[in-house]
């Protein structure tokens, strides 16, 4: 049997609301791990464990008299550091920004903790989300869990790196140009860059954490927030959950997505840009997928 900490999301969920394992099992778990896999990995960069332990004891509580939160009830997740989480820093890996404590939770988080997740951590990125690697000069270097010599990738590096290593049970990253992707790929995990404009981003950069651009502001262009998981399942249930206008706009607008066109990957077919005159394409990498020149 897969070990507790490498299970699904999903397949936790099902064991807590069987009581095969309580929400305080999965944070002790987790944070016994994190004391002794983070220090070489790095991909957490801030805890909280007491404040987590409590809502974990609640939740217990709460699911033993038949009170559900939610579909995520008594989850332990973690939450890249440019994403605000109320109670935690939100640095974005900048020294300017290690006392920055939101004043609110991001809208891609509230759903979240309103689903029942318990947020016990954040997790490392590049220096502004704007790296394909996951190193800045106020938490260091995240590493690769299955070789620490290389990278996660970026800049959800540390996200990617603590699905991989069994450090939480689901994770929120950030992707513009691949921060979701690159890492997910690199450490074997699961991530979904959304559609634009289907999850708010509100609460992440750009603008950098503590610059508030007004309520109605629009929002970065391009920029998406998007789940990050042990398995394909996880995204669904997370899409399911975060999809949505920002706050100031849910009471009047609804987002629905529809059902897939297909059933299985193989009846798709896939469109590769292979070259372009304002990015030429390697060959050495057209060759390598696959699909360039022979």
Known sequence: MIGLAFQSASRLLEFIREKRVSSVELIELYFERYKRLNPKINAIVTMDFERALRRAKKADEDLAKGKSWGPLHGLPVTIKDSIEVVGMPCT?????????????????????????????????????????????????????????????????????????????????????????????????????????????????????????TGEYSPEADLVVTGPMARSAEDLDLAMNLIVRPPLYQENTIQISLPEPRKNDLKDYRVGLWMDDHACPVDSNVGVGSGVGPS
């Open 92 to 212: 974005a890996g900048s020294p300017y920004l290690k006392n920055h404590m939101p004043s609110k939770n991001a809208d891609v988080v509230q759903p979240l903790i309103e689903a029942g997740a318990i947020i016990f951590g954040k997790t490392n990125l590049s220096l502004f989300a704007g790296d394909f690697q996951s190193y800045n000069e106020l938490h260091g270097q995240s590493n690769n869990p299955w070789d620490i010599t290389k990278t996660p990738g970026g800049s959800s590096g540390g996200p990617a790196a603590a699905l991989a290593a069994g450090l939480t049970g689901l994770e929120i990253g950030s992707d513009l140009g691949g921060s979701i992707r690159i890492p997910a790929h690199f450490c074997g995990v699961f991530g979904h860059k959304p559609s634009y404009g289907i999850v708010p981003i509100r609460g992440n950069g750009p603008p950098p954490p503590g610059v508030f």
